[in-house]
């Protein structure tokens, strides 16, 4: 029997193997402590023991794991939180937080080991799914110390690496990494908390690690952070636990690039110890799809059995793994551990092409295993399980989502999610559940998992059916072509500041009262909606919530219309409509992960303002002789800021829109947005009253809409989005009003209708309106632009106040409709207003039941 210590044999007694809060470990001490803990352990001579190790970035249990390999027991790996598995597997000792060992209880009284464990057996690990489960992967000596050198290799790791413990210990993926540090001679720093920690990317760089790995769900975790663009002495980004986009290999491989850090993306399963291809970051470009080559002494065939046809270019079948990793066996009950090697090879479960120069691309899944969040699940495994609790179901899955279909009975739907969750050790909110009165059935008797999978995309039978229907039928118009997933939020199907106001109103109408944050629930979430019951059946008759920033664009226009047209005073609509601007910038624009879909979507936006502003200032000067060109160039502010403009509002939106995003750009800066989003635009706040005041108290006129002195109207709305208490907002409510006052010098009625306007959009998220006028309130939402920049043109054809207002309004409408026909018919195709559909794991609105499961696995 050979120790399974993945340790180098050769690094410098005094380099670092450990860094944490507490210091540097060197390999001398380590070794030396290690073999103090050994020592006072049971000789494996006399009975090898089961020992429990719950595993975290803790230097005592990471030697404490590290001392039992060495004295040749075996290692049960758990989550700290997580010991359930201890109650079929009873281990002999326990490993203690504090590095300590205990022998188990009930065995005190004996020197024997409870369990006959095989001479090859040195870990145990959970299934990716199958933490609520008995089954675990039984892992030999040579699996690991195997796996660890073949990793080393392939990602070129030297003594001067530093790797973060970026994932959970207790998951192989993260297991490798502080395997692969340790047999190389590097070092592995040891950082507990979540990746998501405000002050993670100031450790990296105090620590200077040059190793991040992470899954795709924690790529964007880090990129929208802007972890990735502030590590100086970063040299790999190693990707595995599930697969990424090709389009954001390329991103990510092109940013490295430039940065100095490569891309290496990878693939792996418990059952085959961790990795077990690398593609190599130079190459990570060029193929972009695929998952790399074999690691040494591996290789990879395909079996094309039961596989209906190729897809694509080339032979398709089961990736079947072969090599030195290829576990020993399942564990499902204790005497399994007496076992030896039960596998010479793995079947991945993984449909995949191998090129002729041996290159594997991943093209699909059998049926019955799928990867969610990095982790892989066992659907039948998680099948069986809710049997055994009298469940009748069909476990179905994708990417992003577990599909329970059940016999509708004694069980609730709460309930089953809770089951399905334990037996998965998925979070609840990636788990879908439907109940029907009769599991659907193919000719054979067999139940039918196509037809129970399209249950949780096209939603049960009957009204709830009727009601998703209708809510596609309001929300696809808005996002093109391409159909809607159910399971998609309105944001990440592409909606935008402009296509909220149509589909707040039309699911407004359709659902009742909508939540503040229903743009970022997946659609859905948003049928859901329709089962509550009314809170009044009069007051569902009689009027409907509407979203504040609705109302308040609505009114503004009507006030901004009838005021210039002299109908009645009331100004201060245009301010207001900055501030509203600024409120749903930061919803749909600040709360993208990356930098480039934040251009993405702001280039969306400016398109939707730059072509009918660009038309009207271009008819208004070749048609009718007024304007000037540099109305139609929009840089009125700038050629001409000492003379009145009626496009001020246009151009201090765009530029004010575009300067934020180019600010967020700067690393650091985008790392404090994401850290404290209310807090950095505050700072933001109080920056642009600078300008608001000095510039005011020196000039007066025009220059009041100029983008320097209206900005912090903008970006009081941003903060006013991203306040997250009843405090917060309050606070921004304050600031904001006292901003407004004074604003127009001897004009009261004025600064008073900016801050109420200010205060409802940051205190009310949504305001009563008769019903009747929902549908008209929402046509002006959705118009206001267009009104706004049509109505000092159509004022000149009519003479009653009255009669200038109505046309204005009518045709201000008119060039809406026209207007979106133009942008989302005809310039759909161009890279800068295409609609964004990549889904995007890593969301600033992320329900608080998902955080503790999707931030580290």
Known sequence: MRAAVPVSDTADAHHPALVDSAGCLSYGELADRVAALAAGLPSAQAGRRLVHVPLAPHRDLVLGYLAVLSAGHVALITPPEHQSITTVYQPDLWLHPDGTFETATSNRDSDEPRHLLHPDLALLLSTSGSTGSPKLVRLSHSNVLSNAEAIGAALSITEADRAVTSLPLHYCFGLSVLHAQLRAGATTVLRPGSVTDPGFADDLRRDRVTVVAATPHVVDLLDVQGVLDQLPSLRLLAQAGGALPPARVRELAARGRAAGWGLAVMYGQTEATARMAVLPPELSELYPDAVGWPIARSAFRLDPAGVDEAVGDGPVGELVFTGPGVMLGYAEQPDDLALGRMHTELRTGDLARIDGDGLVRIVGRRSDFVKIMG????????????????????????????????????????????????????????????????????????????????????????????????????LEPLVGPGGIDLDRSFVELGGDSFSHVVASVGLTRLLGDLPCDWHHRPVRDLVALADRPPRSR?????????????????????????????????AGGAHILLAVAGFLFARYVLASPTTAERVRRTARIAAGVVVPAVAVAAVMLFGFGTGHWSNVALVHWLARPQVGNNFWFVEAYLVIMVATVAVLAVPWLRAAYAADAWRTAMVAVAVLLVPRYLVLALYDGPLRGLPGTVAWLFMAGAAMAAADSRRRRLITTAVAAGAAFGFFPGEAARNLTIMVGLTLLALVPALPVPRLLVRPLGALAAASLHIYLVQFQVFTFFGSPTIKFAAAIAAGLGFCAVGNYVLRRRLSPLPAVAVIRRRVAAKPFVREDMTCVDARS
């Open 375 to 474: 982790i892989r699940i066992d659907l039948g495994q998680v099948e069986r399980s809710l049997r055994g609790w009298g469940l009748r179901s069909c476990v179905t899955g994708r990417d992003d989502q577990l599909q329970v279909t059940y016999r509708r009975g004694g069980h609730s739907p709460d309930h089953v999610r809770d089951e399905a969750a334990q037996v998965s050790g998925l979070s609840r909110s990636v788990i879908s559940v439907r109940a029907v009165d009769d599991l659907p059935l193919l000719p054979n008797g067999k139940v039918d998992r196509r037809r129970s999978a399209d249950l949780h995309v096209t939603g049960t039978p009957g009204q709830k059916a009727e009601t998703a229907a209708a809510v596609v039928a309001v």
């Open 538 to 570: 009069w007051r569902r008759l009689l009027v409907r919530r509407v979203e504040t920033t609705v109302v308040l664009r609505g009114a503004a226009v009507v006030t901004i219309c009838g005021s210039h047209v002299g109908l009645f005073r009331l």
